[in-house]
Every structure is written in structure tokens, then in C-alpha cells.
């Protein structure tokens, strides 16, 4: 470029700068097109000195949907449905100790149990200042939001059930080296369950069931590996293997409270899921009576395919019990 024409640029652009008045940038919402209320914010507060990350979205004076993860997965699992409930409702969903964002504490100094981490999850909804809510509960979230019913069933104003399971007919041969490990938590029978933390295992739980693989993006296993991945959390998640058998005898006494209090339940399951199969829900037609139930011709990760089916069926659910409560 010669030095006139570099001349002629500079002072153009000078000219401008000085005709042109000073515009301040827009806001980020206002950019995107989302509305603040449907922004998510990334937060973290310390219970019992451990650092739980949690997304919340919405407007906190509206009804509270808590979102609980399942394995090896965090509150990432939520991302696309967050904003779609927070247009109406304000949400929290929170990573489990050793999950996401959360701090993982070494399995030897720190109480890996679903008793614990479901005292975890109250105590955050406590600090937050949520007095009721309604509960996705999706695998492990399944014995942790149970057992926060159990604990305090009036806070509790509605479920929505994915592949979350409270009953023995759910536990099938997917389980059987689990089963064996609750039976004899022995280091052979430990070492046994190690495969299913492994980048294969983790591919296959998104994938499997599926109706189109090709359309579930690999960012979901590769983000979960990375996390199992990390120095210590196979020893966690084999903490949890095994205290997960405290669950199961706890079904009894989840059922008796579901049949006594008949919370309004919204069942999304996807039927072609291995480790929570389809036989898993349909008990919970026999102890809740306000029960919307929907199979869903998927794997274990339903949002995955299903999203804005399910973000649809719980709005309408949700408005449904809201309206009711008033």
C-alpha cells in the first residue's frame, strides 16, 4: 500500500471518530436476544466447607425448579433446558461434591453418600432462601431429591421423573456387578466397576438407545471424561457405587411417602435407557395418582434428543401445579 493512499485511510478514519458521537456497546442479553431473566449465572456457595458451583436463572420470586444431576454428568446436563424454564420460573441446578464444577474433596476425607449429599443440597436451597420447589430428578438426583422428600415432603410441590429410579423392578442385569460390589465391597469387586469409568463406558451412556447417534455431540462425553479423568475421582465414584445400595432400602419407605402425600409427578423416560430401563417406571403409576407418564423413544441422556419436548411438558406441567397452589 503506498504512503498516500495509508494517508488518506488514516485521516478517513480520524474524520469519523470524531463526527461519529460515542455509542455505548449494548448489553449482552440485549447482543443475543435473550432476556435477563433467562441469563444463566455460574455461582458457588460453600457448604460445609465445601465449594458446591450451581447455575441459577429466573426471577427468584417465582416458583423454584431444582435440576439434579445424573452420573458422571453435572448440571451441564441442563444447559439448553435453563433457559427455556427460566422464562417462567426461577431455576437452580447444582453440581454434586466430586461432579462439575463442584470441589472434589479426596474420597478418604470426605463422606461420598446420597444422605450426605442430598444435606448438602438442602442446606444450598436453605442459603438461597427457597422455601418450595419443584425437583427434576434424573439418576443419582433420583435418591438425592427423594431423599430431601423424605426428609421434608411439604417442600417439595411436584417432581419430574427422568430415568430416576425408586423401585427394585428398575435394578436389572445392568446392576448385577454393582449388586455384587454392595454385597462384598471388596478391592477385586471395586476394581470390577472400573470399567464403567472409562471414555467407551461414557461415549456409551449418551449414545446408547439413541435414535440418531450422530446427532449427540461428542462435547458431552469428552467434558465427562476429562472430570472422571482427574487424579482421585475413580475413587470417588466407587464411594458412591457402593453407598448406593443404602438407596434401595430406603424405596419402601419412598413409596409409603409418595402414596401419603400423592405429589404431582411428571414422568419424561426415555425407554431404551440399559441402566434405568423402562420397567422402572411404570411402578410409579401404582403409588402416585396425579402422574402425567410419557416414554420417550430414547437413550439415558433423554434431553439430549429430546429437549424441547420435555422443556414443553414441564412448562405446561409446572403452570398446571402453580396455578393449583394459588
Avoid: C
Amino acid at each position: 500500500m503506498s504512503r498516500n493512499l495509508k494517508s488518506v485511510l488514516s485521516a478517513s478514519i480520524l474524520a469519523l471518530s470524531i463526527a461519529a458521537p460515542f455509542t455505548p456497546a449494548p448489553a449482552i442479553a440485549a447482543e443475543t436476544g435473550i432476556e435477563a431473566k433467562q441469563a444463566v449465572s455460574f455461582r458457588t456457595e460453600e457448604i460445609g466447607d465445601i465449594a458446591i458451583a450451581y447455575r441459577e436463572a429466573g426471577d427468584p420470586n417465582r416458583p423454584t425448579v431444582l435440576l439434579l444431576h445424573g452420573f458422571p454428568t453435572s448440571s451441564h446436563m441442563f444447559r439448553n433446558l435453563i433457559p427455556e424454564l427460566a422464562k417462567h420460573y426461577h431455576v437452580i441446578a447444582p453440581d454434586f461434591p466430586g461432579f462439575g464444577a463442584s470441589e472434589m474433596p479426596k474420597a478418604e476425607g470426605f463422606e461420598y453418600s446420597f444422605a450426605n449429599i442430598s444435606e448438602m443440597m438442602t442446606s444450598l436451597l436453605d442459603r438461597k432462601g427457597v422455601e418450595q420447589y419443584s425437583v427434576y430428578l434424573m439418576d443419582y438426583g433420583a435418591p438425592v431429591g427423594f431423599r430431601m422428600f423424605a426428609e421434608q415432603p411439604e417442600r417439595v410441590t411436584g417432581f419430574i421423573i427422568q430415568n430416576g429410579n425408586a423401585y427394585e423392578e428398575g435394578l436389572r442385569e445392568f446392576w448385577d456387578p454393582i449388586k455384587a460390589y454392595w454385597a462384598e465391597p471388596s478391592q477385586e469387586n471395586g476394581d470390577q466397576l472400573r470399567g464403567f469409568l472409562t471414555l467407551d463406558a461414557t461415549k456409551w451412556q449418551f449414545t446408547h438407545g439413541v435414535k440418531k447417534p450422530e446427532l449427540i455431540s461428542p462435547d458431552n462425553y469428552w467434558h465427562v471424561q476429562y472430570l472422571l479423568d482427574r487424579e482421585g475421582n475413580q475413587e470417588v465414584q466407587l464411594e458412591l457405587f457402593l453407598d448406593y445400595g443404602t438407596n434401595v432400602a430406603e424405596y419402601p419407605k419412598w413409596q409409603a411417602l409418595f402414596r401419603k402425600h400423592q405429589p404431582p409427578a411428571l414422568l419424561m423416560w426415555g425407554k431404551n435407557d440399559h441402566i434405568f430401563p423402562v420397567e422402572g417406571a411404570y411402578p410409579y403409576e401404582r403409588d402416585l395418582n396425579d402422574l402425567e407418564f410419557h416414554l420417550l423413544d430414547t437413550g439415558h441422556f433423554a434431553l439430549e434428543e429430546y429437549g424441547p419436548e420435555i422443556a414443553a411438558q414441564m412448562t405446561a406441567f409446572l403452570n398446571r401445579i402453580t396455578a393449583a397452589s394459588n
